[in-house]
């Protein structure tokens, strides 16, 4: 077995040395009943050309979002990736570290950790964020458990316009821990419905923008509100690119930022891994979940960092920690640093814009199309329509022709009363022609 | 200066107890780089946690031996969490409680009683 | 005062020492293959990109005053620039690839490279998690084959796949007998047990979950004290957490009269999965009586731990939580294979949903690459050679180390105390630190918090005994110097690591968490 350096000898010996006659007397400990002689159900071991070839089976059952017209977006955005960034990823002393513990030889993860928060702190506009969390949905159900042990109050709202899936997540949490989560209806422009929905028990207010429609909102007003009735704003961002052409949430108020990092250094990958970006004001850092990095200096005096204000983790506050978060997401924070290192700030402007100016386009043209209504009325790379019909049956015919046209509504949220809208995002890695490929589909199958 | 099993200390002034750890407990921390002190007007019951201090490595509670309410926490710690380290049975001090039942001092151990204790741990 | 700790209360956490081994210090910072590298903020690269865009087609003038005006403050850097930043601050790491990575709990394995190639096929790194199923066959297939393999291993009829690491697998599980005690009317058990010896991760997810956490005492030779766990056991408590192998490395000998008992008492038994690599292939909890167990794919199945993430925590299942299982989850028909996304008709009784999408796809095809390279065969022997190197360990440094627990095997890892320490006035932390200078990443130190002055080795199955024997020749070779009074060895190591011990101290007590301009700082 080719990852298995111990030849018979070597385990011969060593058994030797141990004191014992086989491997069997050092799994003693097992009761008897539960000792399985055989080997369990599964296929033998495959050398890596027969494993490769069974999964790039598996793999090119799908279609990858880079062969076709593409449009999806809901949470997840294809932007093209430096081919830099995964062969930076992929060095050794990246990948294969573990969390950097032992600060005198993990300077390398440690120093990238202080970049990365200083990055997602200057991008979100708050003054403190930390070096990761799982993904942008856990980052806000963890940014409501925060709130309430800051407020300690037991209400959260949330937007109609909050992703589905993020409010569902923070859902199952809150139950769990006795918080009343009260979730406005989907609404295109209605962030600001949160205001009347604040009373003297809520502890946050939860909007995002822009939001599951696409729509871009100024939140001043909706901090305002929330800091009047002393509740946090938490504010909910899934296309990071978006920070580089719209305010950033510090500057409109914001009390704590959950981002999904994703679309900045990491592909779409089905999912995950992802990168939950989490981001406070000052002085809410004592209150925040997962790790941070700070600056110090070691004992020639020399400029150095360490992970730092531990006592809020689990491994040493144990039942009284933040959070129970240990992993994170390390390497994705490092894609995301690196990827963000070389657009600087020139560069993520420009991506902005001409995901902006695709989505423009993409507006334009769709909006020709005979039974399309354009649902969106101010938006950065994301919109919604109304097709006649199922959204899902659209999308489907869609796919058939060969263009992925967008996320049904309905998929995040069966019975949220939107079965005829279909989520559509541009990038800058849509083309004129991708453009025309989808007025073109889209006609044929509304026809 | 009275003392508990818990390492806290407790120095009453007329009906005003004011509230620290004894510097064994502040060498067992460690350096000290934090300190969440109680606001005025809180009350506490005894036993109840009225600060927290912590060290890079660990986060102590610090429980009350006495109920009343708080008259003043000690914020000067916040920006000198070393005066605990420094200084933890004088200008470390947590906090001042007025003492609903003064005999809730008494009870405590004086400091022959605490030294022979810690000779035990 | 009561302390919750790494049980290493009082250790130093600035440096002590003032010897210098700057003998013939540099000129600049730099030392031979170590560059000195300043922060990207530092490179005055303000105003440029490491991108060829092209302009976009219109400005955004329609979006008015939530277009973004003030600086960002970000940096960008031509590619060779970023090559050299990252590659210098590469080269500051210690690696798995570069060492053995002793890390007790942490299972620091071989990566292997196909299953990166694998992760990055087009098919599976480039779909969406919200195309149309019909166009993602194969990643769902490739999630129900993940699901077969963990099932049949584990000896679980079911699993939750989408939790995002370890500790969130510990929330799915809880939330699960949370919601399967809810069905029940079962409202009144408030608290978990965990013993003391437990991860960090256990209690805090207990917290999380809003339960009470009451620990259960450990017997003198590391295992869970039967009697204590009995008297504790009662009609309040919803569950207990239990590591097996547990952190002292040991398998819980009582593990079936342990989950016996916990099911007497109407509670249920969450296992902490973290050290299944001790016993993949040759152990099945399932036999065992566990209801709950998470798997790190990132410790047994070897995905990559990248700096600190990211991992992927399936949670197995048995039938009494399965159908409480959070979505999605897969099924498959004539039809094809399919994602079950909304809590309604068979998933009714789901607990909900623990995060957007699917969860780790990219680990679940390095998980699966990996199992099948090694098939039932090559798993069974990763167990093996795991519990053989962890003892081989602990035979050859026994004469000049305490092991904790010396009767007996230990299993995928060996437990020392710092008994063997006394009098030399080097701690576990100056000894861990002294190994750095040796080239070798210090084991897990105090943890866990049972075990005076803790270190905790666990070599894992990937490791050559050539390695192993270097690794113990150094350890041994350290051993003699603590003993032969060579403090100043231990105490101001590391010597020769990219730097020397950090002042935590001071990070912690003012702490600076980004970077800001320097007239901004004296400004303030």
Partial sequence: MRYLPLSPQDRAEMLGVIGVNSIDDLFVDVPQSARRTGLVDLPLHMGELEVERALTRLAAKNTAASSV??????????????????????????????????????????????????????????????????????????????????????????????????????????HATQIETVALEPAIDGEAKVIDAIDANTACVVVQTPNVFGTATDVTKIAEAAHAAGALLIVVVTEAVSLGLLKSPGAMGADIVAAEGQSIGVGLNFGGPYVGLFAVREKLTRQMPGRLCGETVDADGKRGYVLTLSTREQHIRRDKATSNICTNSGLCALAWTIHMSLMGEKGLRGVAEISHAQALKLRDALKSVPGVEILTPRFFNEFAIRTPGSATAVVEALAKKGVLGGVPYARLHPEGGFEDVILVAATETVTDADIKAYQTALSEVLA | MRFTKDHEWVSLDGDVATIGITRYAAEQLGDVVFVETPEAGKAVNKGDGCAVVESVKAASDVYSPVSGEVVEGNAALGSAPETVNADPEGAGWFCKIKVANAADVDALMDRAAYDAFLATL | MTTTTMANVGRPTRPETTTSNDAHATLTGGRGLLQDEALIFELNAWDKTGLDLPKADRDASDLGDLVRGDPIGLPGLSEPEALRHYVRLSQKNHAIDLALYPLGSCTMKHNPRLNEKMARLPGFGDVHPL???????????????????????????????????????????????????????????????????AHGTNPATAA?????????????????????????????????????????????????????????????????????????????????????????????FSTPHGGGGPGAGPVVLSEALAPYAPTPWVVHDDKGFHLIEEERDEAARSFGRMCAFQGQMGMYVRALSYMMSHGSDGLRQVAEDAVLNANYIKARLSDLMTPAFPDGPC???????????????????????????????????????????????????????????????????????????????????????????LDETRAARAPKLRWTPPVAEAAE
């Avoid at chain 3, 408590?237 to 000998?253: K, S």
């Fill in chain 3, 208 to 300: 999380f979950v809003g339960y009470a956490v009451r620990e259960i005492a450990q017997t003198a030779d590391g295992r869970v004290d039967l009697a204590d766990l009995e008297a504790k056991l009662g009609p309040d408590i919803a569950a207990i957490m239990v590591t097996n192998p547990n952190t002292c490395g040991l398998f819980e000998r009582d593990v079936i009269e342990i989950a016996r008992l916990a099911h007497a008492a109407g509670a249920y038994f969450y296992c902490d999965g973290a050290n299944f690599n001790a016993i993949v292939g040759r152990v099945r909890p399932g036999d065992l009586g566990v209801d709950a167990m998470h798997i790190n794919l990132h410790k047994t």
């Fill in chain 3, 131 to 197: 195309q149309p199923q019909s166009t993602v066959q194969g990643a769902i297939e490739l999630m129900d084959q993940l699901a077969h393999w963990l099932k049949t291993l584990t000896g679980m009829p079911a699993v939750a796949l989408s939790p995002k690491a370890g500790a969130h697998g510990e929330l799915c599980g809880l939330l699960a007998i949370h919601a399967a005690h809810d069905a029940k009317g079962d409202t009144a058990r408030r608290v978990v047990l965990v013993p003391t010896s």
């Fill in chain 3, 411 to 501: 299993m995928h890892e060996a437990l020392f105390d710092d008994r063997w320490l006394e009098g030399t006035e080097v701690t576990t932390l100056d000894f861990a630190k002294a190994m750095i200078d040796e080239g070798f990443h210090p084991m897990t130190m105090y943890f866990p918090l049972v075990v005076h002055g803790a270190m905790l080795i666990e070599p894992t199955e990937t490791e050559p005994k050539q390695e192993l024997d270097r690794f113990v020749e150094a350890l041994r070779a350290l051993a003699k110097a603590a003993k032969a009074g060579d403090v100043e060895r231990f105490k101001g190591a590391p010597y020769h690591a990219p730097l020397r011990r």
């Fill in chain 1, 69 to 174: 017209p593409f449009f999806c977006g809901a949470g997840a955005y294809k932007h093209h990736v430096p081919a830099s960034v995964d062969h930076l990823i992929q060095r050794s002393e990246f990948l294969t570290s573990y969390t950097p513990y032992q600060p005198e030889i993990a300077q390398g993860t440690l120093q990238v950790l202080f970049e990365f928060q200083t990055q997602v702190a200057n991008l979100t506009g708050m003054e403190v964020a930390n070096a990761s969390m799982y993904d942008g949905s856990t980052a806000t159900a963890e940014a409501v458990l925060m709130a309430h042990r800051v407020t300690k109050r037991g209400k959260a709202v949330f937007s109609g316009g909050v992703h589905p899936h993020y409010l569902h997540a923070a859902e199952t949490l809150a």
